[in-house]
Each structure stands twice: as structure tokens, then as C-alpha cells.
């Protein structure tokens, strides 16, 4: 016997027709807007920049120029994934809604990330084997320039995060996470993050190595700073393919929630043994669980769904349970 069902905390999620809704990820309004704003400033420098560049015949304002629509590229990548999301929240065509398309954003844009790592690796070992004329005033100016944008960018985004509410009303486990375990939480939004972020570190790089090659003569310095800027970057890229890797791929029974079923389970007054178990994740803290339960006394799914909804975070439950007397499939 199969039961689906959701949680009192996704009640909201039924329609008027009696069947279960999907939009099961939470709107972030803030984050939207807050990601457009970000990328319209990052593509008004970008163009500055080339403009710039092609005008004062400076091949590092075009460099930076050229690097930075990278970053615009991603920023609306990020952007378009969050109306996508919202547009199609309510087409039956996704089964489990339409959170992953942020999360796809977020794969997509790392990728970009780690091209971009690449690149920035390339042009630094070319540039330190053939060394080259560098216009330092032109140069630092320029950087700083870039660091005070990336850093408005930044706190846009970082503040974006605010547009929702984690908290879980259960306070066995969770309690009330911080602002940065949000912002991890939404990997759209840390992906565009991370391009703004990553875009600042090798722009403070770059500010330490013009100075030092300045004051000091240390031509080498600017590609060097290039090449640990590139690993940071790449890290930083790794780690974000990583995550939203794991999550397109359903690969969640590492989640601690997986833990808190399997106790729920275990302490029920009701004697049950697990015989197969599904989780995996529809939100930014959601999670929809195929349980199948053999247990020894005649009972209903409805019980079991009752006894996990203490776990707010569970949003669609189904529940198949094998009565006494029952086959057991091995």
C-alpha cells in the first residue's frame, strides 16, 4: 500500500483539486532582484572597461574588460535560473518542481568558473615566461576600480540571502542557522557569489603585485599573484561543482535527515524494520523520501507519515508499508 503525503509545513502545497502541488522550493525575491542589480553593474564596468581600453590603447583595461563579462555572463545565468524557476513553478511537467534549475545554473556556472581559473593560468605562465611592459599607474587604478565594484557586487549578493526564512520550527536538530549557512544553502546564489568574490581576491592580487612591482621593480610579481589567483579561483570552483554536483545527481543519503528517519523509525511504538528508503532533495532545505516499511501489526502509511512530520524539512513523504502476512520482496 502507497501512500504519498507532505508535511503540515507544505499543506499550502495542495491545490484546490486535491492533488499535491510540486513547487516545493521557496521563491527569493530579494536574491532575484538583488542578482540583477549586480549584473547590470558588473556589465555597465565591463563595457567602461573595453571602451576604456580600446580608447587609451591599454591592452590590461581590455584584459580586465574581456574578464569581467565572464562574470556578467554568470551573474545572468544566476539571474535568468531564479525567473525561470518562479515562471514554471506551477508546470506539471517537473515532477519535483523547479528548484534544480537554479541548482543547474549553479553547475553551469561553475564550469564557467573553472575556465575561467584555466584561462587566468595560461595568460600568467605566458606572461612570466615573456614578460612584458606594465603601465602601473594605469594599472593599479584600474584594479582598485575593479575591487570597489566587485565589493558593492558582493554585498548585494551576500544581503540577497535575507529573502528567506530556514529556520525549522522543530528544535530537535536544527535550531536557526546562520546567514552564511544560507547563503551556501542557495547555490544559484553562491554560484554568482563566488564569480563576484573570486573576481575581488584576484583584483586585491592584483593591487598587491602592481604595488610591489612599482616600489620594488618586481615585473614577476603581477603573473605570480595570477597564478595563486587562479588556484583560489579554481578551489572555489571545484568546490561549487562539487555540491551542486551532488545535488542534480540525488546523491543525499549522506543528509542528515536521512539519519532522523531511520530514528523515527527505530523509536516508533509501532514495530517496523526499513526495507527501502529514497531521499533526496526538491528545495533548499527540502527533501521528498520513498519509505518502505515491514511491519509486524496491521497499521496505516498515515501513521508513519504522522510520526516524520516533526521533520519539517521532509515536504513529500510516500509511504508503502508490508502487512503481516505479506510477501517480502528480497
Same mark, same amino acid.
Given at each position: 500500500?502507497?501512500?504519498?503525503?507532505?508535511?503540515?509545513?507544505? =499543506?499550502?502545497?495542495?491545490?484546490?483539486?486535491?492533488?499535491?502541488?510540486?513547487?516545493?522550493?521557496?521563491? %527569493?525575491?530579494? =536574491?532575484?532582484?538583488?542578482?540583477?542589480?549586480?549584473?547590470?553593474?558588473?556589465?555597465?564596468?565591463?563595457?567602461?572597461?573595453?571602451?576604456?581600453?580600446?580608447?587609451?590603447?591599454?591592452?590590461?583595461?581590455?584584459?580586465?574588460?574581456?574578464?569581467?563579462?565572464?562574470?556578467?555572463?554568470?551573474?545572468?545565468?544566476? @539571474?535568468?535560473?531564479?525567473? $525561470?524557476?518562479?515562471?514554471?513553478?506551477? &508546470?506539471?511537467?517537473?515532477?519535483?518542481?523547479?528548484?534544480?534549475?537554479?541548482?543547474?545554473?549553479?553547475?553551469?556556472? =561553475?564550469? /564557467?568558473?573553472?575556465?575561467?581559473?584555466?584561462?587566468?593560468?595560461?595568460?600568467?605562465?605566458?606572461?612570466?615566461? %615573456?614578460?612584458?611592459?606594465?603601465?602601473?599607474?594605469? @594599472?593599479?587604478?584600474?584594479?582598485?576600480?575593479?575591487?570597489?565594484? %566587485?565589493?558593492? /557586487? =558582493?554585498?548585494?549578493?551576500? &544581503?540577497?540571502?535575507?529573502?528567506?526564512?530556514?529556520?525549522? !520550527?522543530?528544535?530537535?536538530?536544527?535550531?536557526?542557522?546562520?546567514?552564511?549557512?544560507?547563503?551556501?544553502?542557495?547555490?544559484?546564489?553562491?554560484?554568482?557569489?563566488?564569480?563576484?568574490?573570486?573576481? $575581488? @581576491?584576484?583584483?586585491?592580487?592584483?593591487?598587491?603585485?602592481?604595488?610591489?612591482?612599482?616600489?620594488?621593480?618586481? &615585473?614577476?610579481?603581477?603573473?605570480?599573484?595570477?597564478?595563486?589567483?587562479?588556484?583560489?579561483?579554481?578551489?572555489?570552483?571545484?568546490?561549487?561543482?562539487?555540491?551542486?554536483?551532488?545535488?542534480?545527481?540525488?546523491?543525499?543519503?549522506? $543528509?542528515?535527515?536521512?539519519?532522523?528517519?531511520?530514528?523515527?523509525?527505530?523509536?516508533?511504538?509501532?514495530? $517496523?524494520?526499513?526495507?527501502?528508503?529514497?531521499?533526496?532533495?526538491?528545495?533548499? !532545505?527540502?527533501?521528498? /523520501?520513498?519509505?518502505?516499511?515491514?511491519?509486524?501489526?496491521?497499521?496505516?502509511?498515515?501513521?508513519?507519515?504522522?510520526?516524520?512530520?516533526?521533520?519539517?524539512?521532509?515536504?513529500?513523504?510516500?509511504?508503502?508499508?508490508?502487512?503481516?502476512?505479506?510477501?517480502?520482496?528480497?
Amino acid at each position: 500500500m502507497t501512500t504519498p503525503a507532505a508535511s503540515p509545513s507544505s =499543506a499550502k502545497a495542495w491545490t484546490d483539486t486535491g492533488r499535491h502541488s510540486h513547487a516545493f522550493g521557496e521563491a %527569493n525575491p530579494l =536574491a532575484e532582484r538583488r542578482t540583477r542589480w549586480a549584473m547590470w553593474i558588473t556589465l555597465a564596468m565591463m563595457v567602461a572597461e573595453i571602451i576604456g581600453g580600446w580608447y587609451y590603447n591599454s591592452m590590461a583595461l581590455l584584459a580586465d574588460g574581456w574578464h569581467m563579462s565572464s562574470h556578467a555572463l554568470a551573474l545572468g545565468l544566476a @539571474a535568468f535560473a531564479y525567473v $525561470a524557476a518562479r515562471k514554471l513553478a506551477h &508546470d506539471r511537467r517537473f515532477s519535483f518542481g523547479t528548484w534544480k534549475i537554479e541548482v543547474l545554473a549553479s553547475y553551469t556556472s =561553475a564550469i /564557467c568558473l573553472l575556465g575561467v581559473a584555466l584561462l587566468m593560468l595560461i595568460q600568467s605562465g605566458e606572461r612570466l615566461l %615573456n614578460p612584458g611592459a606594465i603601465h602601473y599607474d594605469e @594599472a593599479i587604478a584600474l584594479a582598485v576600480l575593479g575591487l570597489a565594484v %566587485n565589493l558593492v /557586487c =558582493a554585498w548585494l549578493l551576500k &544581503d540577497g540571502h535575507h529573502g528567506h526564512d530556514h529556520g525549522h !520550527g522543530h528544535g530537535h536538530a536544527h535550531g536557526d542557522e546562520s546567514h552564511a549557512d544560507e547563503l551556501h544553502h542557495d547555490l544559484n546564489l553562491r554560484a554568482a557569489y563566488i564569480h563576484v568574490l573570486a573576481d $575581488a @581576491a584576484t583584483s586585491v592580487l592584483a593591487i598587491l603585485a602592481l604595488f610591489g612591482g612599482k616600489l620594488w621593480g618586481a &615585473d614577476w610579481l603581477d603573473p605570480a599573484m595570477g597564478i595563486v589567483g587562479a588556484g583560489l579561483v579554481g578551489k572555489w570552483s571545484l568546490g561549487l561543482l562539487r555540491d551542486s554536483g551532488k545535488v542534480l545527481l540525488d546523491a543525499e543519503m549522506d $543528509a542528515p535527515v536521512v539519519a532522523e528517519i531511520e530514528e523515527v523509525i527505530a523509536a516508533s511504538p509501532v514495530p $517496523a524494520r526499513i526495507r527501502d528508503l529514497h531521499v533526496w532533495r526538491v528545495g533548499q !532545505g527540502s527533501y521528498a /523520501c520513498i519509505l518502505s516499511l515491514e511491519v509486524d501489526v496491521p497499521t496505516t502509511p498515515e501513521y508513519f507519515r504522522q510520526q516524520l512530520a516533526v521533520h519539517e524539512e521532509l515536504v513529500h513523504i510516500t509511504v508503502e508499508l508490508i502487512q503481516p502476512g505479506e510477501a517480502v520482496a528480497r
